[in-house]
């Protein structure tokens, strides 16, 4: 099974080990890395951690297969690396993943993709790592 998340993982922490340890469990994992050019464009500001970098480290991790770039919101990534499934944390849960992926749940099922929501590591998060520097 092969097994997709994406993010920007910028400033790497606890809870993206967790959810890069929980991917690996239900196959081989793939990490789809935002460019920093997406990044830039998402959240209005550049990665604190130049893409180069965020993969040299992400691909050092036991738990990942592969690192490939993202460009955009992640349906082309998706479409290309073709997963069975689709890992994200549950904080998105409440949110419309699909349509900040860009798919619909009809363009999942015709690609026999499974969409799971893998437990949120709480008190940890990118954005307060940053306010703490």
Same mark, same amino acid.
């Given at each position: 099974m092969k097994v997709l998340t994406i993010g920007s993982f910028?400033?790497?922490?606890?809870?993206?080990?967790?959810?890069? &340890?929980?991917?690996?469990?239900?196959? @081989?994992?793939? =990490?789809?890395? %935002?460019?920093?050019?997406?990044?830039?464009?998402?959240? #209005?500001?550049? /990665?604190?951690? /130049?893409?180069?970098?965020?993969?040299?480290?992400?691909?050092?991790?036991?738990?990942?297969? !592969?690192?490939?770039? %993202?460009?955009?919101?992640?349906?082309?990534?998706? !479409? !290309? =690396?073709? /997963?069975?499934?689709?890992? =994200?944390?549950?904080?998105?849960?409440? #949110?419309?993943?699909?349509?900040? $992926?860009?798919?619909?749940?009809? &363009?999942?099922?015709? !690609?026999?993709?499974?969409?799971?929501?893998? /437990?949120? +590591?709480? %008190? $940890?998060? +990118? +954005?307060?790592? #940053? @306010? %703490?520097?």
């Open positions: 910028d400033l790497l922490h606890e809870g993206h080990i967790k959810l890069f &340890e929980r991917c690996a469990r239900l196959g @081989e994992l793939w =990490v789809g890395l %935002n460019s920093d050019e997406f990044v830039l464009h998402y959240k #209005k500001k550049k /990665p604190s951690i /130049p893409y180069d970098t965020r993969a040299a480290v992400i691909k050092a991790l036991r738990s990942v297969h !592969r690192v490939e770039m %993202n460009y955009g919101q992640g349906a082309a990534l998706i !479409r !290309r =690396v073709d /997963p069975d499934i689709l890992a =994200v944390g549950s904080d998105w849960m409440l #949110k419309d993943y699909l349509a900040q $992926i860009d798919m619909t749940e009809y &363009e999942l099922e015709k !690609r026999n993709i499974l969409l799971i929501y893998l /437990p949120y +590591t709480k %008190n $940890i998060s +990118t +954005t307060k790592l #940053k @306010e %703490n520097l």
